[in-house]
């Protein structure tokens, strides 16, 4: 539960025999309540000893106790902060009255030790003893309501904690006036409240015993309620008597509810033979428009970052652009946090503003942090996230140069290179794929570059229909096309094989070397996919890896329309154009990725062992 719930001593109704009215025919009757003597008292516990934000605490406990409308309010002591002298006690005195005036129904004050302790505890010093008397009412007293008696004990005579068998007892005169109190009342149940909850182990020594026994020789007494322990504890029942040490009602203190470390109220629902009583943590109690049309909008539009990283780095400074964007009908109040760097900045409605972070600050894993502020109808609304650049913006910002010549090298058994997203390969104008392989002997069919899928395109070792190696493109219209060459042609090379295939909506033409090995007629209409693309083996129709290649790849591009209608000179190191697509050098990897030269941020993740070596 996400609330703590104390339900204790639930008592069964006894419903009426009037039936209801019924519109209609039924065979199951219903009847109406019966009218019952019920009534509901609430109880705060300390506030003592908290921040000044305590006080928003009980604020909160005042408004939510309100819209139980019990008769009255409660309290267990210690309503200020104390142990003063007579301007801050009566700052303090006139803060917690103030936020009690709120209250739309009357309450009780009890004295704690912090209400009548003079400076650092001097007993000598009685002026807020005096103080209280005179601003919050009498030290012990009683009253009645309807059929119950309510009793208020003072647990502070003595002014000290020294000693509980000497400065911790109840004194005769109280003891005397307990007594005739409880005789003068014909109250049916009686209901007793005191700071200090004397009955436990803290306090043995102490005359509480005698005071148990005045209780208990009355007969009528079901509840004794305590505090200043800043934790609840149900102390269990004594001779018939149910003893309770409430929380923290704006206190400091711990926050385990398990250890009963809350803010909270008890609320009390009384009648002539039983009682039912439920705590009641702060913030537990929702309004009947605690969410309405207008917050819940807002809360929908900012489920989500407010904002986003920019595609087009400047990655000649080694700086990232984040884009702030507020959707919301109000002003969005924003504050960046990057590393040791921050910003704060406000966004009127439906504004954005564009920022650029260094590159250097997302190292060692930081994240950009990021905290918004808008108004709700009842409060203000605070959302946090955490973002990075995605891979293919943080790659981008680490290439650097590298007179390396590497390539990519794959075991034929898993070893493999994915690009994620690669619909951007799948152009309408046409295609041009070209790489330089060095394959190794192996059986079967085998990818060296897909994403077919019956749909797309792909470059296989050994089509399983002959002895070759073939370029596959499949036509929404007219099913597979494929051109082929000779496999043991690429492997009496003996070293590295430049191969082309080109796709030009009418045919497909396959390189070698630069030079026409083959060409066939295709369709015009390449069936669309959103398989990733495998450099090494080829996708599933769930888009895992099959068919793994075994040799060694290097210097792929990849472009849109046919770059290629004659035989030519083939570039060792080809380079990016506006036709690229996407470019891969295989000479680095940045955590785990090969990096898309192109510009177009279709980075390679190694998978399976896949790796890069020195070119040979």
Wanted: glycine share 8%; hydrophobic share 40%; proline share 6%.
């Amino acid at each position: 539960m996400r609330h703590l719930i104390f339900l204790i001593l639930l008592m069964p109704a006894i419903w009426a025999q009037e039936p209801v009215r019924a519109g209609t025919e039924t065979g199951t009757p219903l009847f109406s309540p019966p009218e019952t003597e019920t009534f509901h008292f609430a109880v705060f516990s300390d506030r003592t000893g908290g921040p000044a934000s305590g006080l928003k605490i009980l604020a909160e406990a005042v408004d939510e106790v309100n819209r139980f409308r019990p008769a009255f309010v409660m309290t267990v002591g210690d309503l200020v902060g104390g142990y003063n002298e007579q301007a801050a006690w009566l700052r303090q005195m006139q803060r917690y009255k103030e936020v009690m005036t709120g209250l739309q129904m009357p309450w009780y004050p009890v004295a704690g030790n912090h209400d009548v302790y003079g400076k650092a505890g001097d007993r000598a010093d009685r002026g807020n003893l005096e103080r209280y008397s005179e601003h919050f009412g009498p030290l012990y007293y009683s009253f009645d309501y309807q059929f119950a008696h309510f009793v208020i004990l003072f647990s502070d005579e003595a002014l000290s904690f020294a000693s509980p068998s000497t400065n911790q007892n109840m004194s005769r005169e109280q003891l005397v006036w307990l007594e005739q109190d409880l005789a003068s009342s014909d109250a049916r149940v009686v209901y007793v409240f005191l700071h200090h909850p004397r009955w436990t182990a803290s306090y043995q020594g102490c005359n509480w015993p005698e005071v148990h026994e005045l209780l208990v020789q009355d007969g009528r007494v079901r509840t004794v309620f305590a505090g200043h322990k800043h934790a609840y504890r149900h102390n269990g029942w004594q001779d018939g008597i149910e003893y309770l040490t409430l929380g923290m009602t704006g206190a400091s203190g711990g926050s385990t509810r398990e250890l009963g470390q809350l803010h909270h109220f008890n609320l009390v629902a009384v009648d002539a033979d039983s009682s039912t009583m439920a705590v009641v943590p702060i913030g537990a109690t929702l309004s009947a428009d605690y969410v309405n049309d207008i917050d819940a909008a807002r809360l929908l539009a900012l489920g989500r970052i407010p904002g986003r990283f920019l595609d087009d780095l400047e990655a000649d400074r080694g700086s990232i652009r984040f884009q702030s964007l507020n959707p919301l009908d109000v002003a969005l109040q924003l504050r960046f946090r990057l590393a040791a760097e921050t910003l704060e900045l406000s966004l009127l409605p439906g504004e954005s503003r564009i920022d650029s972070w260094q590159a250097s600050g997302f190292a060692d894993g930081n994240g950009l942090s990021i905290e918004a502020h808008y108004p709700l109808s009842r409060r203000e609304k605070s959302q946090r996230w955490t973002t990075q650049p995605s891979t293919r913006e943080r790659i981008r910002l680490q290439v650097v140069a590298d007179d390396s010549a590497r390539a990519l090298v794959l075991d034929g058994d898993g070893a493999c290179a994915r690009v994620p997203s690669a619909a951007l390969l799948m152009p309408a104008e046409g295609l041009t794929l070209e790489a330089w392989i060095l394959p190794e002997p192996q059986e079967g069919r085998r990818a060296l570059f897909s994403k077919a899928e019956s749909s797309g395109w792909g470059l296989f070792w050994n089509s399983s229909r002959g002895d070759d190696m073939r370029f596959w493109l499949h036509d929404r219209e007219s099913g597979y096309h494929w051109a082929g060459v000779p496999r043991q042609s690429l492997l009496a090379s003996e070293g590295w094989v430049h191969v082309a295939a080109v796709w030009n909506r009418r045919s497909i033409r396959m390189f070698v070397d630069g030079r026409l090995a083959s060409e066939v007629p295709a369709g015009a209409w390449m069936t669309p996919n959103d398989l990733p693309l495998y450099f090494g083996a080829d996708p599933d129709p769930e888009g895992s890896p099959i068919s793994f290649f075994k040799g060694r790849i290097d210097n792929l591009r990849l472009s849109r329309g046919a770059r290629y209608r004659e035989p030519f000179v083939p570039e060792h190191a080809p380079t990016q154009d506006a036709s690229t697509l996407g470019l891969w050098s295989f000479d680095q990897a940045v955590d785990g990725w090969v990096p898309d030269l192109s510009g177009n941020g279709l980075h390679a993740e190694l998978l399976g062992g896949a790796r890069l070596e020195t070119r040979r």
